[in-house]
């Protein structure tokens, strides 16, 4: 399958710090791939990388076929960006202005589309853009987004500011309009439990480290909660260590660990180690993407 973003030994610095270190990340065609990671992980220099609003240091970087840093305008032709921050600047423009204005950079704009977007998330077309609060102006940038039908979506944050109402709305919004156009998604968030329907690949970030990528249902399939029957005292036995990623160990209740990799080998360990399993389940993604982000380092 062909890659929409493809990055290789990525790596950004400001002055002596790095914002990201020998970052691969590749999303497939058609995929809707949740970025997610620790504060300050990088996620939002990765995306602003992507289309050149920010230049790397050091690695290779192709977006739908081209480098950014070469073709940052043809790049940002095909993409639909909601970034961190809603304010554009253009506060005297009239929504319907800014959305016209917006409009002419992009051929493939759907008018039609645009008013049933702007419908659907109450935006209205006589406010000035400095009289909206942060949540319509989020509002205003997703219409911006998705209006032209672009092959790759990069939202950051998209849903920051918004109403309940709303944000169930625009992830809805989401789901359908990625169904519709087969466009590729990423999806930077910290509410992970909100696209965790849409979302069908997974990329984590921490200090600037790309620390797990691929299919959700990869990830899922390789962590596993199991509550044991142990005797007291017990621990994880050495041969497990680099299994477990947590173990939980309350007093007068037995332990639980959360462990990666396959069950038919870590099993015989536990059963060796004196313990049994007495319920093995699965993971949801939120609690997937803790568990990784707990991990030790491996040195
Ligand atoms: N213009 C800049 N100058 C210096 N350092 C920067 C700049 N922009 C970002 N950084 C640093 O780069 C690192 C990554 O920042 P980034 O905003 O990409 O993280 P993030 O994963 O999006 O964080 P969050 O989830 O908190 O929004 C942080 O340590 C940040 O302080």
Redesign the pocket.
């Known amino acids: 399958m062909d890659s929409a973003i493809e990055t290789s030994a990525l790596t ?1 610095r ?2 002596h ?4 270190t020998d970052v691969d990340f590749s999303v497939p065609e058609g995929a809707v791939c949740l970025l997610a ?12 990388i992507l289309i050149n609003l ?1 230049r790397r240091t050091t690695g290779a970087c192709e977006v739908l076929g081209l480098d950014p840093a070469c073709n940052g305008a043809a790049v940002r032709a095909q993409v639909g960006f909601v970034s ?1 921050t809603t304010d554009w600047g253009y506060g005297w423009l009239r929504v319907g202005e800014m959305l016209a204005h917006v409009a002419s950079y992009y051929p493939s704009w759907d008018p039609q589309y645009a008013l049933e977007l702007a419908q659907i998330l109450a935006v209205r077309m006589d406010r000035r853009m400095k009289a909206l609060s942060k949540g319509q102006r989020r509002c205003v940038q997703i219409v911006t987004a998705l209006a032209h039908r672009p092959q790759l979506l990069l939202l ?2 998209p849903t920051d500011g918004l109403d309940p109402l709303v944000r169930d709305r625009t992830l809805r919004l989401f789901t359908e309009h990625t169904a519709d156009t087969g466009c590729t998604a990423v999806v ?1 968030t ?1 509410l992970v439990s909100e696209v965790a329907q849409l979302a069908d690949h997974v990329a984590i ?1 921490r200090s ?1 480290a790309m620390l797990h990528q691929g299919p959700v249902e990869r990830m899922l399939g390789e962590l596993h909660r199991l509550e044991l029957d142990a005797p007291s005292g017990w621990s994880a036995p050495s041969e497990l260590q680099t299994a477990v990623l947590r173990q939980d160990h309350a007093i007068g209740r037995s332990p639980t660990l959360l462990v990666t990799g396959q069950l038919a080998s870590i099993q015989p360990l536990i059963t060796k180690s004196g313990a049994a399993i007495r319920h093995a389940g699965r993971l949801d993604l939120s609690e997937a993407v803790v568990a990784r982000l707990q991990s030790e380092p491996k040195s």
Do not use: V
Request: hydrophobic content about 20%.
């Open positions: 950004k400001y002055g710090d790095r914002a990201l990671g620790t504060n300050g992980a990088g996620k939002t220099t990765l995306l602003r920010e961190e950051d944050e930077s910290h970030l600037g």
